[in-house]
């Protein structure tokens, strides 16, 4: 009895010691141009010492919405970040300038027609640069991995073209890159100038807004069967969009809630859609996984192909679709299988 009673005890000691408490820190750090300051999230495992270029990753948010309903939306087992935690990994997160919790400059207090589009490519890569040497400095180490999704793919690789050195490895999630004939992003879309077919149709104003009901369009858009949930569990949507609209102070003034969101991703992408790119992949000189899910329309197979054809000076570059997803396979039913590609590629050597 005796024997039962502290096997029992040891097993109780092993369950706990193997159930590490995450600890989270909100905080703000300053951009590199004055005026603007950055909010950061970090998580690891409570008591972490061991910090490496290998162990630290910075997750890069897309066009629409910003860091912490991408990557840590706490609806049951979604967050990415915990998942990345519990596997050893020091995360890290951030807004972009105008996005989120991050500085709104006064364009986005101002009628969105009254403006050109916000947060250009350019001045996004130095908000990224901004926060890669906080952590740098923070941490003392050399470098740092970065997983972009959508445009923040696109960012994370402009980023990596001009300071791979700063960069362990770069995983682009869903990436946009130079096709063409993109029929959301491209020629014959919104985005052109009726009038001059090369030019940007500055019409669309600073900003955007963006529902709940336009996000649930375009995921239930890419998912190529009427029952929406054997994709997708039923709930997560819901989840992230209430997460999503708290990130803006002003999204509950409109009817319906919406949350504001930059269109300078729009001006920049346009121009890659139409043959003027905005960076190189040749310039990237890390470990690459260009991944994706089959039914993505923001990134099509055409642009991933042109990608990893151009990565010719990445020493490891690697392509993976991941079969029954969309835009949106982090929240989807195959998102394990995805969690582990990125991680797998993470722990493979050079």
Request: overall charge positive; charged content about 25%; hydrophobic content about 40%.
């Amino acid at each position: 009895m005796r024997f039962r009673f502290a096997l029992a005890l040891a097993c109780l000691l092993f369950a706990s010691a193997g159930q590490a408490k995450t600890v989270k820190q909100d905080y703000f750090i300053d951009a590199v141009d004055p005026g603007i300051k950055l909010f950061v999230r970090s998580k690891m495992t409570e008591g972490q010492t061991r910090f490496t270029d290998d162990n630290i990753v910075l997750f890069i948010h897309g066009a629409t919405f910003p860091s912490t309903p991408d990557f840590d939306l706490q609806y049951k087992d979604y967050s990415w970040a915990d998942w990345m935690v519990d596997k050893g990994y020091v995360v890290y997160m951030f807004d972009k300038r105008n996005y989120g919790f991050s500085t709104r400059e006064k364009a986005m207090d101002e009628p969105a027609a009254s403006g050109k589009p916000v947060s250009r490519s350019y001045l996004v890569i130095r908000d990224i640069g901004a926060v890669v040497d906080h952590i740098r400095k923070k941490h003392s180490v050399s470098r740092v991995t970065l997983i972009g999704w959508s445009w923040g793919a696109m960012t994370a690789g402009y980023y990596t073209s001009l300071n791979s050195e700063k960069v362990k490895k770069l995983v682009m999630y869903a990436p946009a890159y130079a096709f063409p004939l993109h029929t959301n992003l491209g020629p014959g879309t919104g985005l052109q100038n009726k009038r001059k077919p090369y030019d940007f149709n500055y019409g669309v104003g600073a900003y955007r807004l963006g529902s709940k009901a336009a996000n649930d369009g375009r995921w239930d858009g890419e998912i190529p069967v009427t029952d929406k949930n054997s994709y997708r569990e039923e709930g997560v949507r819901d989840a992230f969009a209430l997460e999503a609209l708290k990130t803006d102070p002003t999204s509950e003034s409109r009817n319906p809630p919406s949350l504001r969101a930059p269109n300078g991703v729009l001006e920049d992408t346009f121009m890659q859609a139409t043959g003027r790119r905005i960076w190189n992949a040749s310039s990237i000189y890390v470990p690459t996984l260009v991944i994706a899910g089959e039914f993505d329309t923001w990134s099509f197979p055409e642009d991933r192909e042109g990608l990893i054809r151009d990565l010719t000076n990445a020493p490891v570059k690697k392509h993976v679709l991941i079969r029954n997803a969309t835009h949106f396979v982090l929240f989807e039913k195959p998102r394990f299988e995805f969690f582990n590609e990125i991680a797998n590629f993470l722990k493979e050597q050079p």
